[in-house]
T-cell receptor, first 114, second 111 residues
Framework: DVKVTQSSRYLVKRTGEKVFLECVQDMDHENMFWYRQDPGLGLRLIYFSYDVKMKEKGDIPEGYSVSREKKERFSLILESASTNQTSMYLC?????????????FGSGTRLTVV | GQNIDQPTEMTATEGAIVQINCTYQ??????LFWYQQHAGEAPTFLSYNVLDGLEEKGRFSSFLSRSKGYSYLLLKELQMKDSASYLC????????????FGGGTRLMVKP
């Protein structure tokens, strides 16, 4: 069964901490994405990557950075966590080879910044 | 820019039919997706439309009109387990082919 795995289901961090959210996929997908999901706002794209070491800003990149050193792994970094970054974070992957399917999502990481 | 609208909430009765609408304004359209998301879980793929018309898959059907910027998801013979959020997403025609999502429609199915 194909999978996108996010390292943590729940995280609680303090304001100002550096936070790493990890995502690994085993489908050899070229594209990987980070979204955050907030009530009333839906899913908003933070960053995406369409190849190793490539990264592109999404709609709300401020306060975030990403790393893609290997094809299967895409990391989201909160350089200095703030309370307005409390949210559900969803990682997804896709491939042009399975265009009709769109994304495969991870189970999400619910981050609380206190 | 991208703009995708869908109702925030809907309520329907078990066994009935419900239609969830989605309107969009976007540049570089390359397909429309519907996802189902149960509370606390990841979204899962339901349907994909890239050409005009109706796609049927069991109890679920999805319709697309590109000229009107309009889609709907039709759920028949509603079951309690269909209570979930339904996300409309448009794929952009650019590098990475990323999806832009609407705010989601929370469907509550009552006995």
């Amino acid at each position: 069964d194909v999978k996108v795995t996010q390292s943590s289901r729940y995280l609680v961090k303090r304001t100002g901490e550096k936070v790493f959210l990890e995502c690994v996929q085993d489908m050899d997908h070229e594209n990987m994405f980070w979204y955050r999901q907030d009530p009333g706002l839906g899913l908003r794209l933070i960053y995406f990557s369409y190849d190793v070491k490539m990264k592109e800003k999404g709609d709300i990149p401020e306060g975030y950075s990403v790393s893609r050193e290997k094809k299967e792994r895409f990391s989201l970094i909160l350089e200095s966590a703030s309370t307005n970054q409390t949210s559900m974070y969803l990682c997804a992957s896709s491939s042009p080879r399975t265009d009709y399917y769109g994304y495969t999502f991870g189970s999400g990481t619910r981050l609380t910044v206190v | 820019g991208q703009n995708i609208d869908q109702p925030t909430e809907m309520t329907a009765t078990e066994g009935a039919i419900v239609q969830i609408n989605c309107t969009y304004q976007t540049s570089g359209f390359n397909g429309l997706f519907w996802y189902q998301q149960h509370a606390g879980e990841a979204p899962t793929f339901l349907s994909y439309n890239v050409l005009d018309g109706l796609e049927e898959k069991g109890r679920f059907s999805s319709f697309l009109s590109r000229s009107k910027g309009y889609s709907y998801l039709l759920l028949k013979e509603l079951q309690m387990k269909d209570s979930a959020s339904y996300l409309c997403a448009v794929r952009r025609n650019n590098a990475g082919n990323m999806l832009t999502f609407g705010g989601g429609t929370r469907l509550m199915v009552k006995p």
